[in-house]
Nanobody, 116 residues
Framework: QVQLVESGGGLVQPGGSLRLSCAAS????????MGWYRQAPGKERELVAL???????NYADSVKGRFTISRDNTKDTVYLQMDTLKPEDAAVYYC??????????WGQGTQVTVSS
């Protein structure tokens, strides 16, 4: 069994910053891809950022230059530093991991609200 525990969401004003964390535990073996998706009300879940085990990153165009994904392989943890937040970034953010030969796993989601 795999558990993903997310933290760091909350309310922030436009232009502000938040840092999300997601720690994986349980039957963890060889995490390849880690990442973040988000889902706003009435919209489909969308990719925010992914990072490979070697550190290769991939970002949605809408967050390039503002968000930074990173990971600590010794802690099986992925981070998302979100700067210059906009109201359109408000959503539930979901952590995602994928291990060799296994399907992906999702976190429970953490709410990010961007409002003045």
């Amino acid at each position: 069994q795999v558990q993903l525990v997310e933290s760091g969401g909350g309310l922030v004003q436009p232009g502000g910053s938040l840092r999300l964390s997601c720690a994986a535990s349980g039957s963890i073996l060889g995490i390849n891809t880690m990442g973040w998706y988000r889902q706003a009300p009435g919209k489909e879940r969308e990719l925010v950022a992914l990072i490979s085990r070697s550190g290769t990153t991939n970002y949605a165009d809408s967050v390039k230059g503002r968000f930074t994904i990173s990971r600590d392989n010794t802690k099986d943890t992925v981070y998302l530093q979100m700067d210059t937040l906009k109201p359109e970034d408000a959503a539930v953010y979901y952590c995602y991991i994928q291990m060799t030969g296994r399907s992906g796993y999702w976190g429970q989601g953490t709410q990010v609200t961007v409002s003045s």
